[in-house]
């Protein structure tokens, strides 16, 4: 298959997958089918959504680094404009849940520091969001490097979001938490080590143990919990997985992924090879 006809496809695939969560929302709200409180549950899976697109979008990179796959980095755009998309959906159903008052909207948005939080992330998405297309990148030049750099405060703005409103329980804010620090350690890792084998065990260890200082310091400062009390939880075979042990296992199965690529690779390098030397003659 010709690299356009993979990219074509690739793009194609993605943009399906893209609009199965709102589909199903969709399905399900009209079905009947969100619970009690269906407008509080579609804000729910749309935040959800808005930060796995916005995770998705900034692990491209790593992703096409380490998988040494270059049409990855063809389908960045379209998922980040979704995670916006998303969060523009999300806003909207919070509208909608304050019966459209947007004078009530503006003073949550004012009152409620999560909300406060929550408004910076989306404007910031939606600024990225607008000018993703190359005609901003050229009018932009090199100011479109610094304005896309803000995704990754609108990231942690995000999370903290998901973390505040998660209430008494942070494990899938640990998740997310865990998986950006892994992005951010990956960008800070010196460029020979981000994808050797043991760059990669040091950021699956690294990740998890970020997300154990995060959840940690959340239960123990926010929530008053004795923070032993969470590591004996976390350490407990009855409750796994918890959400320090699920960003160990996405470290890991990074690795393994690497791994059958590489293997994918090398075997294709030598069935080439072997198939070059039977077809064309040796003079
Ligand atoms: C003005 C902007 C925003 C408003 C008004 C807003 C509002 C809300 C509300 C009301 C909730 C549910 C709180 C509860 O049930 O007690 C929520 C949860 C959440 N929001 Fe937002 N949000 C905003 C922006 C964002 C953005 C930009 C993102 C991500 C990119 C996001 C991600 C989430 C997530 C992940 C949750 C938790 C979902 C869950 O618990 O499963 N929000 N937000």
């Known amino acids: 298959m010709t690299t356009k006809r993979i990219i074509f496809l690739l793009r194609l695939v993605t943009l399906i997958l893209l609009c199965l969560p709102v589909l199903n929302l969709a399905w399900r709200w009209y079905g009947d ?6 407008v509080t549950e579609a804000t729910h899976i749309t935040g959800d959504w808005a930060v796995v697109f916005l995770l ?34 999300h806003f909207v159903i919070y509208v909608a849940d304050q019966k459209w008052n947007l ?13 406060t939080i929550g408004f910076a992330a989306l404007l910031v998405l939606v600024a990225l969001a ?11 030049k090199r100011n479109w490097k610094r304005l896309h750099w803000l995704v990754y405060p609108a990231a942690i703005l995000a999370i903290v979001h998901f973390f505040i409103q998660s209430k008494a329980n942070v ?6 938490a865990g998986l950006f ?18 760059g990669l065990v040091l950021l699956a260890v690294g990740a998890t143990i970020a997300a154990l200082v995060f959840e940690l310091a959340w239960y123990k400062f926010v929530n008053h919990v004795d923070p032993m009390r969470i590591l004996r939880a976390d350490i ?18 990074v690795i393994v992924l690497v ?19 039977k077809t064309i003659p040796t003079s």
Not at 236 to 253: D, E, F, H, I, S
């Open 33 to 38: 089918d969100l619970g009690a409180r269906p």
């Open 56 to 89: 998705i979008s900034l692990a491209l990179t790593p992703a096409r680094s380490v998988f040494e796959w270059m049409p990855l980095t063809q389908i960045r755009r379209r998922i980040g404009v979704a995670a916006a998309l998303y969060a523009v959906l």
């Open 103 to 115: 004078i009530v909207v503006a003073l949550e948005i004012v009152k409620r520091f999560y909300l």
């Open 130 to 140: 607008i000018t993703s297309t190359n005609d901003w990148q050229k009018r932009l």
């Open 171 to 176: 494990g899938e804010a640990t998740v997310a």
């Open 181 to 198: 620090a892994w992005l951010m350690i990956w960008r800070f890792l010196p460029v020979k080590l981000r994808t050797s084998y043991l």
């Open 236 to 253: 407990n075979p009855a409750l796994a997985p918890r959400a320090t042990l699920k960003v160990l296992l996405a470290g890991a199965a």
């Open 259 to 277: 791994g059958v690529r590489r293997c994918a690779i090398m075997l294709k390098r030598r069935w080439t090879d072997r198939y070059i030397r």
